[in-house]
């Protein structure tokens, strides 16, 4: 089992930036590939970004030069480092947790982040 536990969502105006934070334990960090999904109220969940267990990194379009992904191996955590911010940004984050070589998929509750025009 993996427990993962979001932190950092908030209201914030068009333009600025915000970082999610994504505290892991239940099994070894460095093992897992992580990832970043969100849901926008009437849509379906979407990725965000993932980053592998070496730290390789991939984003979708839609924030591709706005966001970043990375991870601290140290303290078991991944971040979503949120700039540029947009009003279509606005969701609620999940951070995703998937251990090497199994297809089980492991959810936080969720942090919501909120961008006003």
């Known amino acids: 089992q993996v427990q993962l536990v979001e932190s950092g969502g908030g209201l914030v105006q068009a333009g600025n930036s915000l970082r999610l934070s994504c505290a892991a334990s239940?099994?070894?960090?460095?093992?897992?590939?992580m990832g970043w999904y969100r849901q926008a109220p009437g849509k379906e969940r979407e990725f965000v970004a993932a980053?592998?267990?070496?730290?390789?990194?991939s984003y979708a379009d839609s924030v591709k030069g706005r966001f970043t992904a990375f991870r601290d191996n140290a303290k078991n955590t991944v971040y979503l480092q949120m700039n540029s911010l947009k009003p279509e940004d606005t969701a609620i984050y999940y951070c995703?947790?998937?251990?090497?070589?199994?297809?089980?998929?492991?959810w936080g509750q969720g942090t919501q982040v909120t961008v006003s025009s």
């Open positions: 995703n947790a998937r251990p090497r070589r199994t297809i089980i998929d492991y």
């Open positions: 239940g099994r070894t960090f460095s093992t897992l590939d």
């Open positions: 980053i592998s267990w070496i730290s390789s990194t």
